[in-house]
């Protein structure tokens, strides 16, 4: 009996451990729990985290399919993106790219280029331009591309999608006219002609003649947008305004397993939108979580569509303007409240956020767990920063907004008034906690930028030798809080993602070198190694 014993025993203690999918170890694991813990090593079954300890423990307890031995690198939680715009991101990678072209000659050069290599596009698209790189820093005309496309319509945004330029030939299929005015827009005219510079709701007047995408594009678009974003470490994306269409889309995509991207998709600020949420009620899968509105409240700084309490500091007379009237704000905040969703605001100038934060105060009264949020929060009028901790209303900033607008933002606001700008620490105070976003395609797509941004606030080439109003860097911690659990609860994840924590979605990311202690002119070179999305390898450097 005893000499039978012994072998079944051993048999018994072995088949003891418990068998998970993936163990990973000798790691620096950055869990991003509440005591911000740092662990060695991690198991993973069905998707979610099983443990995270000591290498040995772990090793000792669980048997896995599939190990990696991490060799001494660095894991961090999955990157969030609390703003951006995936789809357009994608869309943007098949058009004409204009981003730092350094002239109108260079702009005029890379579409003729495009149209070159695609002859049989019916429109030509573009996008990335930003006069404050030309010489002079003033708005291109639509001239040259006149002359170049006299019957093929031309269609180029600005870097913020605040601004376009189009050619006479777009312009007359949207019937747009000298001397035309619209509510929230801008159509420039000079000497009584159009130049084809448009703001903010003058350029929906030309986009909504472009033919819709088809489906087979559309997917190709999004795909190539995941497949550069995970490489970066992103594994869930806000995309601040889509139409109910395209949600639906994305969700098809999700469910064959071709998307595997998780989003949080707010909706625009549309009717039929409204219809399809109120009618359909939240969408909430492992994958897509739809429970959000996006509403405009200005437009951009760049373009001098901010609107500002107080005249432009470089255009004298000149506040910008709402995109909507207050009374609609009013109207859309009412119905939001009423269904129990979250209102996300985008708001740059002080006087958008006020208005926002006035209309936000208005229905939430007082301390709430809404999150109702405001995108960007960028120029905030000093008696303000307080009422988004009387409302906790959820500033979602963009660290680098600051160091790409840092170069031109004391002369649009002056020195005063630019003290109250990208004031990210001041707005974290408020309530203790806030997500980082990038705003891409505007920005890059890149959470180590964001990061480096909102740490050290200079640019890639280390300009300003001491930083850029420093009083509003971020922590480390803070900054990686922001990307990771801070962005997850903005979304009300906070229970599924942001932390490496048992139960947790599995999704990690693995570095080549630590975020948390890598020289600061080096933070920009820190690399990912391997993505991975509820457990699946969904990038590899390998
Ligand atoms: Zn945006």
Redesign the pocket.
């Known amino acids: 009996m005893l000499a039978l014993l012994g072998p079944a025993f051993l048999l018994l203690s072995c088949s003891t451990k418990t068998k998970v999918d993936l163990l990973i170890y000798n790691a620096s694991i950055y869990t991003v729990d509440s005591s911000f813990s740092v662990a060695e090593a991690m198991a993973v079954s069905d998707g979610k985290i099983v443990e995270t300890g000591k290498t040995s423990d772990l090793q000792n307890k669980y048997e896995a399919k599939d190990k990696i031995d991490a060799q001494g690198k660095f894991i961090y939680p999955g990157f969030i993106d609390a ?3 995936f789809v357009s991101y994608g869309q943007s990678l098949f058009t004409v790219d204009l981003y730092d072209s350094k002239s109108i000659d260079e702009l005029v050069q890379r579409v003729k280029d495009f149209d070159s290599a695609h002859p049989n596009e019916a429109w030509i698209l573009g996008r990335g331009w930003d006069q404050n790189k030309f010489p002079g820093k003033s708005y291109p005309t639509n001239e040259a591309l006149n002359k170049l496309f006299p019957n093929k319509p031309v269609l180029l945004g600005r870097v913020d ?1 605040h601004a376009a330029i189009a050619n006479d030939k777009a312009l007359a299929l949207a019937g747009v006219r000298a001397g035309d005015k619209l509510t929230g827009g801008e159509i420039e005219t000079k000497n009584g002609k159009l130049t084809g510079i448009l703001i903010d709701n003058a350029v929906d007047l030309v986009s909504s003649k472009v033919p819709q995408q088809t489906p087979a594009k559309l997917k190709d678009a999004l795909m190539e947008a995941q497949k550069n974003c995970f490489a970066v470490g992103l594994t869930t994306i806000d995309d ?2 889509l139409d109910h269409a395209t949600i639906s889309f994305i969700d098809s995509l999700q469910k064959t397993g071709d998307l595997k991207m998780r989003l949080y998709a707010m909706l625009s600020d549309a009717k039929e939108n409204f219809e399809f949420a109120f009618t359909k009620g939240k969408i909430k899968t492992d994958h897509l979580d739809v429970r959000a509105f996006k509403v405009y409240a200005d437009g951009a700084l760049g373009s001098r569509g901010a609107c500002l309490l107080h005249p432009y500091s470089d255009q004298p007379g000149w506040s910008g303007f709402l995109l909507s009237s207050q009374q609609h704000y009013d109207s859309v905040a009412r119905i939001i409240y009423e269904h129990g969703w979250q209102m996300c605001t ?1 708001a740059i100038g002080d006087s958008g956020n006020r208005t926002m934060l006035t209309v936000y105060g208005k229905y939430l009264k007082g301390k709430n767990d809404l999150r109702w949020r405001i ?1 960007h929060a960028q120029v905030i009028n000093e008696n303000d920063f307080k009422l988004f901790g009387e409302y906790n209303i959820i500033p979602s900033v963009q660290p680098t907004h600051a160091t790409s607008d840092m170069y031109w933002a004391g002369d649009r606001l002056g020195p005063e008034r630019v003290k109250g700008a990208y004031a990210f620490k001041q707005l974290l105070e408020q309530n203790g906690w806030m997500p980082l976003g990038t ?1 891409f395609p ?1 920005e890059d797509i890149s959470p180590f930028k964001t990061f480096y941004a909102a740490v050290v606030r200079k640019d890639a080439k280390g300009w300003p030798a001491n930083g850029f109003q420093m009083e509003n860097a971020l922590t480390r911690e803070e900054a990686l809080r922001g990307m990771t659990i801070w962005a997850a609860k903005a979304n009300f994840e906070e229970n599924e993602k942001g932390s490496l924590e048992t139960g947790k979605f599995a999704d990690f990311v693995i570095l080549d070198n630590d975020l948390m202690k890598e020289v600061s002119e080096k933070l920009l070179q820190v690399s990912v190694l391997k993505t991975f999305v509820g457990g699946e390898r969904v990038y590899d450097t390998k």
């Open positions: 703003h951006a715009h999608g601040c305004g985008h995108e705003d505007v």
